[in-house]
């Protein structure tokens, strides 16, 4: 007659007699303990360690040049992410598709192995005594952990407070589908739902508060690894250009769980009682507990509450790296109408083949006009955040230095940093729709416009405006191509599905 | 031993086996979770037994599983709840109500009884099946992206803010087939590792890992799934139930942990029968429904038209000259009546753009019509362009067209046409109003960012 721990929740009364364990003066079970690792588990970890230490530590010396250079008085969100979202080793750059972190920098997890394995290799020689390296692996993982757990916060926040995508502006509403990169198309589907962003990002911290815990470490690296995974692969399908950053967190995330996970194989799946096994580390001196819990305190607190904190200032007060933050003119966000159009005095009909005459145009909140024509431009493919984008620079200098947050850098300068913030408007869209930064003199109604595309910067016009009723603007001129235009906007206001809703009672659009 | 323990049911234990006491309020969720799982999941519904009894097993259309695999207690008509919110739920809150007056009454009948580690087991059994068959369905769907087919012309040339969230969602979806094939692989493996008892926890994290993302997609994309896709977490939740506790011990804890010890045996000729017929009905789905998926597939992907266009005409035109009446009306974004641009697709479907209102087809378009005009999935959630199925007489040059909305059938026009060069296209006849219409329409050819804008710089 045998009893059984079946209950609904696999009922704990069945535990009658707690085994007991002895601990050894290493802290080891002495059941798991000092037991020798065989031959190939030595190599393998060997060169196991060597891998995961230089995939977790910063290599490259922009890294330490900008955390060296940071200026407390100027710190935002983006120096913050900066810091936990560095690379793994940049070892070749090659261009492909989206830059240099194309499927091509796979290369570089792969060559990195390869010197792990010649490192493992070495040590093999070197080290002949060893006979287990429990202390060893231990503090792998917690190098491990932390990075991939400060890494995943900071992805995760930058959803939390949606800024990495954001709701489509009104031109993108105005544009149709075919007309924007995949990478554009895959960021703005999760764009379109703020409560989806958010859920995402939680889906990242989550993992990352889980990885902060050693005995919830392995829930944490497991669901990060998922999580992470999937996103490489949407990398890969929509060219997204952050494939090799997340599936190098999936490594990470695999390399954490390996330590528990046949366990729990073993456990769930064979149906074997387990016994305690990890191995944790003494901290027999004062000093070493002291220093343990002051230094997880300290990078806990810089990492997660006051990363939070740096997210929300940005969110909350203007520093959206997406969303431009000079207002625009009042009361004309919306869709016009181009009702008539001349060119140097010369009225042009409406053709939707015409490349000079305006077909539509919009205004933002922010100060931000665009207009329609036939005629296309040099598209501007950054979209959002496309790092590494190094080009013909041998010594990697530039690495780490992803270029979205011109906008960051501008308004550290105490300069306009909307000409910064061009990625969301035009990145990834095609160019017969332009983007115009503009800066309104209201006393003279005067606006002074500046195309966004960094390919075109240098296209301006200085357009003065009227507004004769509340649904009319008008703009008269001179045009980035020095011609003289007048032209009569007309509000459509429109509605949007996208914006009513499946539920809206408006049934036609 | 009981009178009730000689039941075959209870023979799944070793004979002889004994199991611990279960705690008080144990034993009250299960009974609980037992009456509400077996509402949910167990047809009792004579309709489900008139679908399935309907089906044509010599022509099988894999929808037909597919509506089976979808079961869920109706306890009201499917017109009479609301499709959105809490309302939605209506079923659940009977079955709930249900369950609960049940559980009572059986705590009273049962009173002494220590536990119910049999029972409990079975219901793992039926929630086990139950969910994988589901996944099984949603899985081959995507394996081969049927659910979420390539977006056709005209959905491509629809601007952003002319979708609902949803369709966004399934197009952005859509343009990556390869993308959502590894979505259903996930599913698939998920429902095998449910199928395989021990698997179990980690298909659960599988499915909290993909489909619970999904789930909340559904949600907030306002899909149109969500009592279904909340089933299908409820019921993965339930199933990570019994190994929370012993994960909880071993990670959490660090103290000595102990394997499920009961192991069911199939010593008994009837439960032995009863799991070879499970597993074999399982298996034969599979390859069943996994073949009239592929043949669906490649013969005639159910949610687009599959009678032919007219030939050669596939194409995005530009309305170079519309004459209303014998008016000319020149390019016009306001004018109601003036074409702006017309697609014509692969299939028998002609799209317009005008400055009409669009009354939008809010449904889901789930459903897996026969008829072309009746296959919605391509006006489904989108305004922008007014979509016309139309009829081709290829002798006399004629088309006739009628509205695909299902509330503007009526609405219906006869051109014919002429083909003066290989982009050209004449359209001439009288309009859904019987006024004269005559058309030129010329072929655009341009380039597209979506198609053009991966991996190297472009004009567009």
Known sequence: MSTSNTGLLAGRA???????????????????????WSRPQKIAFRIAFLYFLFLCLPTYPAFYERLFGLRLSKITYNDWQEIVAFWPPQIVTIESEEGVFGIYNYINLILVLVGAIAGGAVWTLLDRRSTQYNKLYYWIRVLARYRLAYGMIGWGLKKAFPMQMVFPTVGMLNTPFVDMAEKKLYWSH???????????????????????NRKTSVLGAALAAVVTFNICIANHAYDAGVAVPAAYFAIIGLFIAWYDLPKIWNLLVNEKDITPYRYYPAFAQKWQRW?????????????????????????????????????????????????????NNKLIPYSPQDSVRWQDATFETWSSLSYKTSRGAIADRMIGYSPLRV????????????ETQTSDKLAKEKKNRDMGVTRWEVGGMAGERRYFFYRADTVNHILYLQNKNINARDERQVLHYSRPGPDRVILQGINEFKDSIYVVLDRDNKKYPLVEGRQSSVASY | MSAIQTNPVYKIAKPGQEFGEWKAWEKVLFRFFFLFFFILI??????????????????????ELLDLAKYQVNFFSDDSISRWGIGSYANWGVAFLISLGGAAIWGRVDARRKEYTVLYYWLRVIVRYRLAFLLIAYGFIKLFPLQM????????????????????????????????SFLGFVEILSAFLLFNRRTTTFGVGLIFGFIGNVAVANGFYDIGEQVLSTFIVLMAAFLFVQDIPRLYRLLVKEKATLANKFNPVYTDKLLRRIRVGLRAAFLLFVVVFAYKVFDNYRNDPYKIPHTPGLSNSYGYYNVRQFILNKDTIPYSKTDPDRWQDVVFEKWSTLTIRDARPVSIDRSSAEA?????IDRNYELAGFAGRHYYYYEADTVNHTISLQNKNKDLRDEKLFLTYARPDASTILLSGINQRKDSIHVVLQKVDKKYMMFEGRRKPVKI
């Open chain 1, 391 to 402: 080009k013909k620079d041998s010594k990697n200098t530039l690495l780490n230095q992803p």
């Open chain 1, 190 to 212: 999760v764009g379109v739902s703020f409560g989806y962003t958010v859920f995402l990002g939680f889906a990242e911290i989550i993992p990352g508060l889980l990885l902060l």
């Open chain 2, 368 to 372: 897996a019509p026969e008829k072309d």
């Open chain 1, 14 to 36: 069945k535990y009658r007699k707690e085994p007991t364990f002895q601990l050894d003066s290493n802290g080891l079970l002495a059941s798991a303990g000092l037991r020798p």
């Open chain 2, 149 to 180: 087919p390539y977006p056709s012309l005209s959905n491509l040339l629809t601007n952003y803010g002319d979708f609902y969230a949803w369709k966004i969602y399934f197009q952005t979806l859509g343009i990556s087939p390869r993308y959502e």
């Open chain 2, 42 to 63: 167990v047809p009792l519904d004579w309709k489900f037994y008139r679908e399935l009894f309907s089906i044509h097993w010599s022509h099988l259309h894999f929808h």
């Open chain 1, 291 to 343: 220093g343990r819990t002051g230094l997880k305190t300290f990078f806990n607190i810089v990492f997660v509450p006051v990363a939070a904190g740096l997210w929300a200032y940005g969110f909350f007060n203007g520093n959206n790296y997406n969303i431009p933050s000079t207002p625009g003119l009042p009361g004309t966000k919306g869709y016009y109408n181009v009702t008539e159009f001349r060119l």
